[in-house]
C-alpha cells in the first residue's frame, strides 16, 4: 500500500529541492520540474494545515487483537 | 581586659530574647527525622510530642491548624520526618520545634528508592543524550496517554485545538495512579509503538504527591519509554516535579499543557516556514533562469555557434541570388505581357470605332491629326472625312457661326 507522503517528509524534500536549486548547476528543465515538485509540496503542506476539523480518538484494541480508533465526542469535565 | 564591674550584665528575659533572635534569624524551615515520645493531642487540639534520636530529644509542638493533616497511625515509637521551624519560648527558656508537617519515615523511602533508581538508571545510559530520540518539528499524529478523566488530558486538547488544530489526537487512555497504573503505562506505550502511526507521545499526568506520581519512577515505565520507537514528551506533576521517566523521555516538559505546548508548532509559524521556502525556491528559480540567459550569450560567441551563423548567412547569400534571378525572370513575363496587352487593346479600340461610325458619325483628319475641335480647323483647310465604308477629300470653304 502507498503510504501517504508526511508532513515531515514533505518539509524535508522541500528542504533538498530548495538546497539543490539554490547551489544551481542544475538542466533548464530540471529545474522547472524540482520547482513544479516543490510548488506541489508547498500546497500539499496549506491543505494540511487548513485541515482543522476537530479529530480526537481514542485507541482500542478489537477482539482479534487488531486496532482499530473511536472517535471521542467529549471528554468529561472532572479533576483528577 | 576590662574591668568586670563595668560590663553589660543581662536580665534573663534578655538573654533569653537574644538567644531567640540568634536561633530564629539563623535557623531556616527544615525536615528533621526522628522517633515520636511524649505524643499528647491537647483537647485544644494542637499536638504536643518529642522528637527523639539514640542520643537526644527536641520538644515539637504542632498547631491545630497544621494537625489536620497527620497520618492517621501517628504515636509514640513512630519514625517520622517532620517540617518546621525552631523558635525559642522565651518565658519557660527552651526551644522547640514548630511543626507544620509531619511524613511517616516509612514513606520517605521513596525519595530513597527514588535516588537509587535514579542512580541505576543513569550509570546504565538511561538518561544518555545519544539515546534520545530526535522530536519531530511537524508532527501531525499526537498520540496522547494519560487519563482519560482527568485535567491533563483537558489541558493537552485545549493546547492543541488552540496552537494547532490541523493535528489529529490518538489517545490510548491509561490509569496514572495506583497499584495497576505502571503495568496499564508500559502496555500504553507499547501499543502506541505497535500501532505506529503516530509521530510522537505525550505521557501526562496532573501534579500531585510522590506517592500519586510514583508510577512515573517505576523502573518498567523507564524501560518501556527508553525502548519506545516513537519519541516521547513528558509532562508529569507540576514544575518542581522531576520523576524518572522525565529523565528518560526523549524531551521533559514541566507539566500536561506544556508537553503540549513543545510538541507541536503553531499554524502561523508553520505557513512562515513554507512561506520561506516559496521565496527561497523564487529567488534559486529567478536566478537560474538568468544564468540561463547568460550562458545562451556566451554561447553566442563560441566558435561553433559563429559558423553556424556563418553558415546561415551564406545560405542567405545563395538565397539572394535566386531571388534576383526569379525576379529578373518574372520581369521579362511582365514586360512582354503589357505588350501583349497593349497590343489587345489597340485592336479592341480599332474595331470598335467603325461600329460608331456606322451609326452615322464621321472623323475629320488634317494630316492625319483628328479634328476634335472647331478651333482646330482653319479656313481653306483641306481635310479628309472617314465614312464608316470609306474616305473621302475636302477643303474648309466657310466657318459657321453658332
Redesign the interface.
Known sequence: MDRELSFEEAIEELEEITNKMEKGEIPLEKSIELYEKAKKLIKFCEDKLSNVEKRIKELKKDENGNFYLKDIEEIDEESD | MSNQSEEKILTVSEINRIVKEIIEDNIPPLWITGEISNYKAHISGHIYFSLKDENAQISCIMFKSYAKNIPENIGNGIKVRVYGEIGVYEKGGVYQIYVKEIREEGKGDLQIAFEKMKRKLFEEGLFAEEHKLPI?????KI?VIT????????DI?NVL?RRA?????????AQ??GEQAKFDIVKAID??N??GDV?IILLA??G?SIEDLWAFNEEIVARAIYDSKIPIITGVGHEIDFTIADFVADLRAPTPSAAAEVAVRS?QE??G??LN??K??S???V???N??NGKLNIYKESYALKKFVDIVRQRRIDLDRYVERANISLLRTLNEKVRELSFFSKRVESTNYKNILKRGFVIARRDGNIMKARKDVNLYDRLIFEFYDGKIRGIVDKKIKE
Open positions: 519531530p518539528e511537524y508532527p501531525m498520540g487519563a482519560i478523566q482527568a485535567a491533563a488530558l483537558r486538547i485545538s488544530p490541523f493535528v489529529e489526537i490518538i489517545l490510548r487512555p496514572v495512579q501499543e502506541l505497535e500501532y509521530d499526568r496532573g500531585g499554524r508553520i505557513e516556514v513554507l521556502y516559496e527561497a525556491l529567488r534559486a528559480f536566478k537560474i533562469l544564468d540561463y
